[in-house]
């Protein structure tokens, strides 16, 4: 398996010329610290450290996976020191409070970490990516008590974190949780019952796991109006805030997966576990879905890591080997056959492994940026327009970038044809680690729910909302040669949502026959007005990073507009057709 550094120029280019990272922080006035040299370096110095530590374990953490051991888990060899290695070097604590020993640098570049620690070892990027929701959640809604006693060890890496929802029963369904909480007399809770598919839920990389663990207080209401959540160590803290007792916790198996076998998924077991309830009684899974958002951005770009790797190295073997000669003639004639980059079919796999790459990647650096406005502007309008755009955009980013993500892995494996079924390339092993990545976090047809009925018809009252504005005014404003285009999928994609509004109305099982097509039009149109901000990038560039860099942008656009966009036509039609065809058929005909 090929360990090929991550794409730091595609990278760069994104986050300098695209999105101009100077101007946005220079706007909102903070890390004005870090211009584009500074923050590139940074950037550049987590993909060796990640490229020379990380990357060596990916396939050996895919094939020994992890180990469960009474209510202990080994993590796969070399994965304890690389995360020493990790925190070590400052890592862990990147965008961390400096109240708590963080660094304090930015959102966004916490945010490339997590792509790279994906695109690296994708096994191992659960462990740290964890951690860093725990500690945020806790940054935000515990007590100053709480944030002394479990923040330090945090923020350092030297503890983990998890997040705890579902349960044997439920799933999606959160307010059929029954993990039960009593109150003590010391204002602590003792908290029962068992959880499942709890990622990094116990592993041997830290001393202590800080649990965040939805449950029901005695008194609380039913449904999802009352369920709390409460912080439950792994380790119970003496008075010097050091891990001195273990709490009655543990795991009670490990589960035995299709993919992502480095990353510890666990059955957790709570026995009357001390805890300490965070925020108010009965308000935790709306504390619970600022981790889970988080998380949902964070997933996606999973998605676009494990697209990005599975391209770089389809882009090599292309490049490598010998198969056929081009229908125009021989490339390389002094050679027994040409390499299959020069076959049509082959390019067009690529391209559009590029083209999902690439135009994700700008739009998730752009929820990014929207995520550093609602931490630090001073604006409040400015905030309010910011949260309304990631709400909109969250279920798309999980969801879209995630399923093309099945799409680019699947022609990664295609492209080295019977030599990407064989375990020894790796192409197969980032197909099977990239199909979770449309599972945690809510599926993609929860994804779409949330889009269609949470997002459109209720917050946005069956509108597209603010990224139909700023679609619309680069149209206006910026001449590119595919604003006729985009203007055309921007109209068919309000016209749609038009029609699922008035639809809903007449008969509420259309939002759900329409979801995931209306959620990948969505995804389709936006990455398109991203192609076309990228090709004007490319167009009007700095020059610093080489004609056939800019070049290859610009071309790259012109495909995604002729060959993927056009994928909204059908999925229109597929949409007016309507609910009937779906719950026409009783359950006995099926």
Same mark, same amino acid.
């Given at each position: 398996?090929?360990?090929?550094?991550?794409?730091?120029?595609?990278?760069?280019?994104?986050?300098?010329?695209?999105?101009?990272?100077?101007?946005?922080?220079?706007?909102?006035?903070?890390?004005?610290?870090?211009?584009?040299?500074?923050?590139?370096?940074?950037?550049?110095?987590?993909?060796?450290?990640?490229?020379?530590?990380?990357?060596?374990?990916?396939?050996?953490?895919?094939?020994?996976?992890?180990?469960?051991?009474?209510?202990?888990?080994?993590?796969?060899?070399?994965?304890?020191?690389l995360y020493k290695a990790y925190c070590e070097?400052?890592?862990?604590?990147?965008?961390?409070?400096?109240?708590?020993?963080?660094?304090?640098?930015?959102?966004?570049?916490?945010?490339?970490?997590?792509?790279?620690?994906?695109?690296?070892?994708?096994?191992?990027?659960?462990?740290?990516? %964890?951690?860093?929701? #725990?500690? *945020?959640?806790?940054?935000?809604?515990? =007590?100053?008590?709480?944030? !002394?006693?479990?923040?330090? @060890?945090?923020?350092?890496?030297?503890?983990?974190?998890?997040?705890?929802?579902?349960?044997?029963?439920?799933?999606?369904?959160?307010?059929?949780?029954?993990?039960?909480?009593?109150?003590?007399?010391?204002?602590?809770?003792?908290?029962?019952?068992?959880?499942?598919?709890?990622?990094?839920?116990?592993?041997?990389?830290?001393?202590?796991?800080?649990?965040?663990?939805l449950a029901r207080l005695p008194d609380a209401p039913k449904g999802t109006k009352g369920i709390s959540l409460f912080l439950i160590p792994k380790m119970l803290l003496n008075e010097q805030n050091e891990p001195a007792e273990r709490n009655t916790?543990?795991?009670?198996?490990?589960?035995?997966?299709?993919?992502?076998?480095?990353?510890?998924?666990?059955?957790?077991?709570?026995?009357?576990?001390?805890?300490? %309830?965070?925020?108010? #009684?009965? *308000?935790?899974?709306?504390?619970?879905? =600022?981790?889970?958002?988080? !998380?949902?951005?964070?997933? @996606?770009?999973?998605?676009?890591?494990?697209?990005?790797?599975?391209y770089e190295n389809a882009l090599v073997y292309a490049k490598e080997r010998l198969q056929m000669r081009s229908a125009t003639g021989p490339k390389l004639p002094e050679k027994p056959a040409d390499p299959i980059i020069v076959h049509p079919d082959v390019r067009r796999m690529l391209l559009t492994q590029k083209a999902f790459a690439e135009g994700n990647r700008a739009l998730a650096y752009f929820a990014g940026q929207q995520i550093e406005i609602i931490k630090h502007s001073q604006d409040q309008n400015e905030v309010a327009r910011a949260d309304r755009l990631l709400a909109f955009l969250t279920p798309i980013i999980k969801a879209f970038l995630t399923e093309v993500a099945m799409e680019a892995t699947n022609y990664g494996v295609q492209i080295f044809g019977g030599h990407g079924y064989i375990r020894e390339h790796g192409q197969e092993q980032w197909h099977r680690d990239a199909k979770i990545f449309t599972l945690y976090e809510g599926t993609t047809g929860i994804q779409a729910l949330d889009l269609t009925g949470r997002k459109m018809l209720m917050m946005q009252k069956g509108q597209i909302g603010e990224m139909a504005d700023i679609i619309q005014n680069f149209i206006n404003e910026t001449p590119?040669?595919?604003?006729?285009?985009?203007?055309?999928?921007?109209?068919?994609?309000?016209?749609?949502?038009?029609?699922?509004?008035?639809?809903?109305?007449?008969?509420?099982?259309?939002?759900?026959?329409?979801?995931?097509?209306?959620?990948m039009m969505s995804g389709y149109v936006i990455l398109a007005y991203f192609w076309a901000q990228l090709h004007n990038s490319a167009e009007n560039n700095k020059g610093q990073l080489g004609a056939d860099f800019y070049n290859g942008k610009k071309k790259t656009a012109a495909f995604y507009f002729a060959k993927i966009l056009p994928r909204c036509h059908a999925l229109k039609a597929t949409i007016m057709t309507g609910a009937d065809p779906l719950m026409d058929m009783a359950e006995s005909e099926f």
């Open positions: 398996m090929a360990n090929i550094p991550a794409p730091v120029k595609d990278i760069q280019f994104i986050a300098d010329e695209v999105l101009d990272l100077a101007a946005h922080y220079q706007k909102l006035g903070v890390h004005q610290d870090i211009d584009v040299e500074t923050f590139m370096t940074i950037v550049d110095e987590a993909s060796k450290f990640l490229h020379e530590h990380a990357g060596p374990l990916n396939r050996n953490a895919d094939e020994q996976g992890c180990r469960h051991e009474g209510q202990s888990v080994q993590t796969p060899d070399g994965f304890v020191e070097s400052g890592w862990a604590a990147l965008d961390g409070d400096e109240a708590y020993g963080g660094q304090g640098l930015s959102y966004w570049l916490q945010l490339i970490l997590g792509e790279l620690n994906t695109y690296y070892c994708p096994g191992w990027s659960n462990y740290p990516g %964890l951690t860093h929701g #725990a500690r *945020e959640l806790i940054e935000h809604f515990a =007590t100053d008590e709480l944030k !002394a006693k479990f923040l330090p @060890g945090l923020t350092s890496g030297e503890w983990a974190g998890t997040m705890c929802l579902t349960e044997p029963h439920c799933g999606t369904d959160l307010g059929l949780v029954n993990t039960a909480a009593k109150p003590n007399d010391d204002g602590t809770y003792n908290v029962t019952g068992t959880k499942i598919f709890i990622t990094s839920g116990e592993h041997d990389l830290t001393d202590n796991i800080v649990h965040l663990v916790l543990g795991a009670a198996s490990i589960e035995h997966k299709m993919g992502l076998n480095g990353s510890a998924t666990c059955v957790m077991n709570f026995d009357e576990a001390k805890g300490y %309830l965070i925020g108010n #009684a009965n *308000e935790g899974l709306k504390i619970m879905f =600022t981790m889970m958002n988080g !998380a949902r951005l964070n997933t @996606g770009i999973q998605g676009l890591s494990a697209t990005q790797a599975s590119t040669p595919h604003n006729d285009a985009l203007q055309s999928y921007l109209d068919m994609w309000q016209e749609t949502t038009s029609f699922i509004t008035q639809q809903a109305m007449k008969n509420p099982d259309e939002v759900g026959a329409a979801s995931v097509d209306y959620l």
